[in-house]
């Protein structure tokens, strides 16, 4: 192996290997797999000799199932040739013919990575879910089901492909809401796993894992605590320390520095493992499976709302896209009424304090260029050269149309702009001053102990002494009395990495132990998803546990360009819109923002009409640019443990009034791109078709574009319609969200309507605290990540105060 000094290119982390996929039959991985690849169906002229000479690729596990996999989707040669003409016009230095149609002919089910990620995807989805979609599939399997579903009296995976790519097209534009999110989801499911594993997409498009001159930043060398011996599972390890902090994101990284400095001794146990520098960023399919929760799809109660969140040492903290925004002004307000008067603290100069802490560690108040108010709200004036060609799209649109705009605030060593589109699949420069190489790193120094692997059953009370397996047996009713249920500590499961130090050992590789820390203090900072997972399971009866879950919900536009967008290129976003954030009056509505670039993140909600239109328009990968309307929710959901895995489920659907925010947005980013000179523009809202201008110049921003317009009028109704024809709203709409809060509501009601006092104390407790984004008492509306440390600052010094007076 290459050392990290003459390796120039990371050293990548195996996976372990893919689930069996046992939870089916033969027939119906049989009828999925013909559905997928009828998402991407090969496409190829009439009388091409591949139509007669197929190649099976004898690895791939399809060879074994019984679906028409010999069939193309055929078109007449002219017809073809034209696409293929009009494909390569738009895009500078374009493939030759003969690699398009290669690429068009390509069919997904023969690439056994494909295979292997549509396993792994599905192996995250809950076990009632996956029972759902099993019925289906054998409902379509049979003649009759085929009929009543499609029809077609022939099974599904018996049609030829074209027939199969029609069923798909009908049911997304069914009048029954199910069928279309079932569309949608066999559709996403495709397009993720394709371009996470595609050769072909990689050689027509030139998107490369590996960043160029890519080199591995300085990584702290971590020394986690190992419990047992290889094959060793029997017996629990104990060990004692003053604080355990359940999580190493933002919230807890931040409370293990402030504590262990404070001389206190800290443990930090979290459940994903670290991967130093030299292995970042990951591939698109290792990255999603390894840094991102349940293998980087999280249930959901509704298949249409796609939550991302960190699982990984370090959190979000080590795959956020660095951006660093203060709580605005009139969020801190609302979070502070006057008939709670020890929310105060919000407002006032304390938390100002807080937020300035956390932003002078991080780097982020070194690069304020810009006036002391400016820079309260988290946004600077920089030079041009630092900007994306999205981030210049937002800025210099903004001006033509007299739109609000600014550059946005890093959190990067030396104040230096964060140059970096592979962040999400972690930080190899290390110039991002995330948890995992700031926060933690500090808190070792200052004595603190780490545990890696490590996943919590539940906290443990006076009475519990934590050799139960599972959740607790005793339930703690609400109380808002001080003299409640002390902790003790926590008890979990550790597992060790394998032999050859990563995480895709089985069985006598690693070492599976049940361990006690037992403690002063317990401090939660799981994040939204399961701190309230973790309060439930230790037995506490709140009932707000879990609820006014906040998202953050995003539409997603996309637009095309002449000019190459060098999508990976600067900063993921580097720049904001603000003129629609207020649409109510009362601080709900979208920011507009540039998005994540890297394939999969961008991709898998493109709205889907054909394979050859999705193949043609991932083929112009780096003439594009991607915006999301990130919009301040009004509304909530809430978080609760699934009964069989104990895994969080999501269950949240915008409301109304965010869908109807949301889709603002959506058409304020496209009013940009257009101003920008887009030739072609994706709204991310089912049933609409791309804006496509006629001509190259046409629909200046400083004139009347009417068939701009008209489309623009198509997309509001497409995504607000509300007959009863299309089931209230647009279902098949994808809304996705990297942003979870509010689960574990901070408040001065008594428990009434919260989880923790101000202090982040869990009502009715001694010694139980929440310290993470779900404390928020409702959406902050910008990136959560200054905001959730300024808690977890606020209630580490004072837990810090508390441990030192006793």
């Given amino acids: 192996m290459a050392s990290a000094k003459t390796r120039t290119a990371p050293d990548t982390p195996s996976l372990a290997p893919p689930p069996t996929g046992d939870w089916w039959d033969e027939t119906q991985w049989s009828v999925l797999l013909s559905l997928l690849d009828a998402v991407l169906a090969p496409v190829v002229a009439n009388g091409d000799a591949r139509i007669e000479q197929q190649k099976v690729?004898?690895?791939?596990?399809?060879?074994?199932?019984?679906?028409?996999?010999?069939?193309?989707?055929?078109?007449?040669?002219?017809?073809?040739?034209?696409?293929?003409?009009?494909?390569?016009?738009?895009?500078?230095?374009?493939?030759?013919?003969?690699?398009?149609?290669?690429?068009?002919?390509?069919?997904?089910?023969?690439?056994?990575?494909?295979?292997?990620?549509?396993?792994?995807?599905?192996?995250?989805?809950?076990?009632?879910?996956?029972?759902?979609?099993?019925?289906?599939?054998?409902?379509?399997?049979?003649?009759?089901?085929?009929?009543?579903?499609?029809?077609?009296c022939t099974p599904v995976q018996k049609q030829p492909v074209h027939v199969r790519e029609k069923i798909l097209q009908n049911w997304s534009n069914s009048w029954i809401p199910l069928i279309r999110k079932v569309a949608r989801s066999f559709q996403a499911l495709a397009q993720t796993s394709w371009v996470m594993s595609s050769p072909m997409f990689r050689q027509i498009s030139g998107f490369s894992d590996v960043p160029p001159n890519w080199k591995a930043g300085p990584s702290h060398e971590y020394e986690f605590l190992q419990f047992g011996k290889n094959g060793d599972t029997k017996g629990i390890e104990t060990i004692e320390t003053d604080v355990v902090i359940v999580g190493s994101g933002c919230g807890g990284a931040v409370a293990a520095k402030i504590l262990a400095t404070a001389g206190h001794r800290v443990v930090v146990v979290e459940k994903g493992y670290h991967y130093p520098q030299s292995q970042l960023p990951m591939p698109q399919n290792e990255g999603a499976r390894l840094l991102f929760e349940n293998n980087g799809v999280l249930a959901s109660t509704d298949p249409g709302v796609s939550v991302l969140a960190g699982a990984c040492?370090?959190?979000?903290?080590?795959?956020?896209?660095?951006?660093?925004?203060?709580?605005?002004?009139?969020?801190?307000?609302?979070?502070?009424?006057?008939?709670?008067?020890?929310?105060?603290?919000?407002?006032?100069?304390?938390?100002?304090?807080?937020?300035?802490?956390?932003?002078?560690?991080?780097?982020?108040?070194?690069?304020?260029?810009?006036?002391?108010?400016?820079?309260?709200?988290?946004?600077?004036?920089?030079?041009?050269?630092?900007?994306?060609?999205?981030?210049?799209?937002?800025?210099?649109?903004?001006?033509?149309?007299?739109?609000?705009?600014?550059?946005?605030?890093?959190?990067?060593?030396?104040?230096?702009?964060?140059?970096?589109?592979?962040?999400?699949?972690?930080?190899?420069?290390?110039?991002?001053?995330?948890?995992?190489?700031?926060?933690?790193?500090?808190?070792?120094?200052?004595?603190?102990?780490?545990?890696?692997?490590?996943?919590?059953e539940r906290v443990l009370f006076e009475g519990d002494d934590g050799t139960a397996v599972g959740a607790a047996t005793k339930s703690i009713p609400h109380s808002t009395s001080a003299s409640g249920p002390k902790a003790i500590g926590v008890v979990g499961t550790w597992l060790s990495r394998d032999n050859n130090g990563g995480v895709a050992g089985q069985g006598d590789e690693r070492i599976k132990k049940r361990v006690i820390i037992k403690a002063k203090k317990v401090v939660v900072s799981g994040g939204s998803l399961w701190s309230p997972v973790v309060l439930k399971k230790s037995g506490l009866q709140n009932p707000q546990i879990g609820k006014n879950l906040h998202l953050h919900p995003c539409n997603f536009v996309s637009a095309f360009f002449d000019e190459e967008t060098k999508p990976m290129d600067k900063g993921i976003i580097t720049s904001i819109c603000t003129s629609f954030e207020d649409l109510d009056g009362k601080y709900h509505g979208p920011r507009l923002e540039s998005t994540c670039m890297v394939p999969y993140a961008i991709m898998a909600n493109l709205p889907w009409n054909n394979s050859l239109d999705f193949k043609l328009a991932a083929m112009r990968y780096p003439h594009m640019d991607g915006f999301i309307a990130l919009t301040r929710d009004r509304d909530s959901g809430r978080v609760f443990p699934d009964a069989t895995t104990g895994?969080?489920?999501?269950?949240?659907?915008?409301?109304?009034?965010?869908?109807?925010?949301?889709?603002?947005?959506?058409?304020?980013?496209?009013?940009?791109?257009?101003?920008?000179?887009?030739?072609?523009?994706?709204?991310?809202?089912?049933?609409?078709?791309?804006?496509?201008?006629?001509?190259?110049?046409?629909?200046?921003?400083?004139?009347?574009?009417?068939?701009?317009?008209?489309?623009?009028?198509?997309?509001?109704?497409a995504a607000l319609s509300s007959s009863l024809l299309w089931g209230g709203w647009n279902v098949a709409t994808p809304f996705a969200s990297a942003h979870q809060m509010g689960t574990c509501r901070m408040g001065d009601d008594g428990g009434k309507a919260s989880v923790v006092n101000t202090k982040g104390q869990v009502w009715g407790t001694q010694g139980l605290y929440v310290a993470d984004a779900s404390v928020f008492p409702s959406a902050s509306g910008v990136n959560p990540m200054v905001t959730t440390m300024a808690f977890a600052d606020w209630i580490a010094n004072g837990l810090a105060e508390e441990l030192s007076a006793n």
């Fill in 313 to 456: 040492w370090g959190g979000g903290g080590t795959i956020n896209w660095s951006v660093s925004l203060r709580t605005p002004d009139q969020v801190r307000k609302e979070w502070a009424p006057k008939d709670q008067p020890g929310m105060s603290f919000i407002t006032s100069p304390a938390f100002d304090a807080s937020m300035d802490r956390v932003c002078d560690f991080m780097g982020v108040n070194n690069v304020i260029e810009n006036t002391p108010s400016k820079a309260a709200e988290g946004v600077v004036a920089k030079v041009d050269d630092e900007q994306s060609h999205r981030g210049r799209v937002i800025l210099d649109s903004a001006v033509k149309l007299g739109f609000k705009a600014d550059t946005l605030l890093q959190n990067t060593s030396g104040g230096k702009p964060h140059d970096d589109g592979y962040c999400h699949l972690g930080c190899a420069s290390a110039e991002k001053l995330g948890t995992s190489v700031s926060w933690l790193p500090s808190a070792a120094e200052a004595g603190a102990q780490f545990i890696e692997g490590f996943h919590v």
């Fill in 647 to 717: 895994q969080p489920i999501v269950d949240y659907q915008a409301s109304p009034l965010d869908r109807e925010h949301a889709v603002e947005g959506a058409i304020g980013i496209a009013r940009l791109c257009h101003a920008a000179g887009a030739n072609e523009i994706r709204a991310y809202i089912a049933h609409t078709k791309p804006f496509i201008r006629l001509a190259k110049g046409q629909g200046d921003s400083s004139k009347e574009d009417p068939l701009f317009e008209a489309w623009v009028k198509d997309v509001r109704a």
């Fill in 57 to 152: 690729n004898k690895a791939a596990v399809a060879d074994t199932l019984q679906f028409n996999r010999a069939s193309f989707k055929r078109m007449p040669k002219a017809e073809l040739d034209d696409a293929i003409a009009r494909a390569r016009n738009a895009v500078i230095n374009p493939p030759g013919n003969n690699e398009i149609a290669d690429y068009l002919a390509d069919r997904a089910s023969d690439n056994p990575k494909f295979l292997m990620g549509v396993r792994r995807t599905l192996s995250g989805v809950s076990a009632k879910d996956r029972a759902d979609l099993g019925g289906l599939l054998t409902t379509l399997s049979g003649r009759a089901g085929a009929l009543a579903l499609t029809g077609y």
